[in-house]
């Protein structure tokens, strides 16, 4: 079992992310079973102002390589990813072509 954190901003748009919000109420069965398929067990989405942050938690068998591949070849999910597209911009200091970002773990209380 891995576990990752991923960060995105959103448009800072009241009516936006209440929009991006209702989509999130209930995915496509396409959809999720695209991130299931990938060997993600569970996945959770926070919000803070304009701020998403992305818990994964992921099966031996996931890889990001593996997945991107997957959604590239998966007309719902690209349908799905350019619906969203709308509703999202990039974390300052990301690269053109990353949404999710993922984060480094600096500190562990275990």
């Known amino acids: ?13 009241e009516a936006s ?3 991006y919000e209702a989509y999130h109420e209930r995915i496509p069965q396409e959809i999720e079973k695209s991130i299931r398929d990938a060997g993600i067990t569970s996945m959770e989405i926070f919000r803070y ?6 818990e994964m938690v992921t099966d031996e068998k996931f890889s990001f390589e593996a997945k991107a591949k997957a959604d590239q070849e998966s007309e719902a999910v690209q349908a799905w990813e350019n619906l ?3 509703f999202q911009q990039r974390i300052p200091g990301s690269k053109p072509t990353e949404k999710w970002v993922l984060t480094e773990r600096i500190f562990s209380l275990n």
């Open 49 to 54: 102002a304009n701020r998403l942050i992305m």
């Open 1 to 13: 079992m891995n576990r990752y954190i991923l960060i995105l901003d959103l448009v800072d748009e």
């Open 84 to 86: 969203m597209n709308q």
């Open 17 to 19: 992310i209440k929009q």
